[in-house]
């Protein structure tokens, strides 16, 4: 990254030297994608950081709209030939975004709502209650057809867009504080619930806890658990995060350790299913670097997290667990066989591949399952335009990205769509509803669920 010179205007030290305006980012990067305009590029953003640190340009309300037009998915980071840190740049400016100047009050007004609903599950359970009996039904695809919803305006269009059937296991998460491993123990792990994901998708975390049981995992999950603080951590809210990280911690610390409900022994890890918060559940060390009383416990609580694909694949499947994976069946009933494998789109989140640097743990674990065939998208790094709440900000640019993903997927030839991010998953299935032609959409499912699928195939 460069040897630093001390903070400039922005907080910034002299991370931007290394680049070198070579453009290698360009092609990796989302918003420059379908914007095409060099101020939406790291590359452009670098430049005007360079001149804000001069003195040369003035970081107003222009300026800042290149910088809220970032998804912030990291992909230019893998790509840069010069080790440019622009993860770290993105994270050091959006403080400074937040200012009330360099935003319509239109715009922080709504960026309000979403932070005060999106990380508290009970606010988000009271809200879409009365929704269970439109989500997913016929009156949902009416009002999406009639074009009703443009009235609300392009962001809540968004919102109800991505808006899945609402099943009632997402309005009580209904674990025990401790759930038993099946056969001998071999591991003991806490795990993440997260927000969004627990309402909107519970068969995942229901998947998560069954797979790590019959592995022999012994799961621990804190029923006051609340957000990880990664809705707010990517949008430069500072406060809000370390406010939801310091809870979080305590959250695991009630219940385990001397005297605690779930008993004295250690976690051999915190797990969590979707990548968006992994990423920011393993940096707590530097996000709560500041406070004193919480240093040295948010650097062991970042030091012990796991993404869900990543600790299995790490600590390998049990030798009962792979042994009773069978075949998956075709969406026509019929079995998946090496003459007729189950073709997978496995789609790359950016915050597990960019933010993480995990790619090949999921695929590993989904080739344990026999007879898949894993089908590479053609831009597998692009961004699919969920990026947190990018997609209600920025709902025309998330639009267009959406749909570049979903062509791309539906262009593999696969049967079905894997993804290990719950952002990534509704804005998948949101732009693969539109499939032309009238058919049928591809599903979209985490791959806990497809080895829960597999393992429980064994039964029947």
């Known amino acids: 990254m460069g040897a630093a010179a001390g903070p400039g205007p922005l907080g910034l030290s002299n991370a931007t030297d290394p680049c070198v305006h070579c453009g290698f980012c360009l092609p990796t990067c989302a918003s420059y994608r379908v914007l095409g305009t060099e101020m939406d590029s790291p590359r452009g953003r670098i430049h005007a950081l360079k001149a804000i640190a001069a003195g040369e340009l003035e970081l107003d309300a222009t300026v800042a709209s290149h910088f809220d037009s970032c998804l912030g998915c990291f992909a230019c980071v893998s790509a840069c030939p010069s080790g440019v840190r622009y993860d770290e740049l993105i994270e050091a400016t959006r403080p400074q975004l937040n200012a ?8 922080r007004s709504f960026r309000r709502l979403l932070f005060a609903l999106l990380p508290y599950p ?14 997913g039904t016929p009156l949902q695809a009416l009002a999406r057809r009639s074009g009703l919803l443009r009235l609300l305006g392009p962001q809540i269009e968004a919102m109800e867009r991505l808006l899945p059937p609402l099943p009632a296991e997402g309005f009580a998460d209904g674990f025990p504080l401790v759930v038993p491993a099946i056969g001998q123990r071999r591991y003991r792990v806490g795990l993440v619930l997260g927000c969004v994901q627990r309402l909107f998708d519970p068969a995942v975390n229901a998947a998560a806890v069954r797979v790590l049981r019959a592995n022999g995992i012994e799961v621990v999950i804190p029923p006051a658990q609340g957000c990880c603080g990664a809705m707010t951590h990517h949008q430069g809210e500072e406060a809000l995060t370390r406010s939801h990280a310091t809870a979080l911690i305590d959250s695991f610390a009630a219940v385990v350790g001397p005297g605690r409900p779930a008993g004295a022994e250690p976690l051999d890890a915190v797990l969590v299913a979707a990548s968006g918060c992994g990423h920011t559940l393993k940096h707590y060390d530097a996000l709560l670097a500041s406070e004193p009383a919480w240093a040295a416990r948010g650097s062991a609580f970042a030091a012990g997290v796991a993404d869900l694909q990543e600790f299995l ?17 075709h969406a026509d009933g019929s079995r998946a066989s090496a003459d007729r494998p189950l073709r997978l789109a496995y789609h790359d989140a950016c915050h597990m591949l960019h933010g993480q640097g995990i790619r090949e743990q999921p695929r590993a674990l989904l080739r344990a399952i026999p007879h898949v065939e894993i089908r590479e998208a053609v831009e597998a790094g692009v961004c699919c335009g969920s990026a ?67 393992f429980r195939a064994s039964a029947t």
């Open 100 to 107: 009330p100047e360099l935003r319509t009050p239109a715009q």
């Open 122 to 135: 009970g606010r988000l359970r009271v809200l879409l209650t009365p929704l269970r009996a439109y989500a």
């Open 313 to 329: 694949e790490r600590v390998g499947l049990s030798d009962a667990f792979r042994q009773g994976l069978q075949p998956l069946d």
């Open 388 to 454: 947190g709440i990018y997609n209600l900000v920025q709902p025309e640019e998330a639009a267009a990205l959406g749909r570049i993903k979903a062509d791309d997927l539906r262009g593999t030839g696969a049967d079905l769509v894997v993804s290990a991010n719950i952002g990534c998953s509704l804005q998948i299935r949101r732009h693969l509803d539109d499939t032309p032609g009238g058919a049928a959409p591809l599903p979209v499912v985490h791959p806990v669920q497809l080895l829960e699928r597999s």
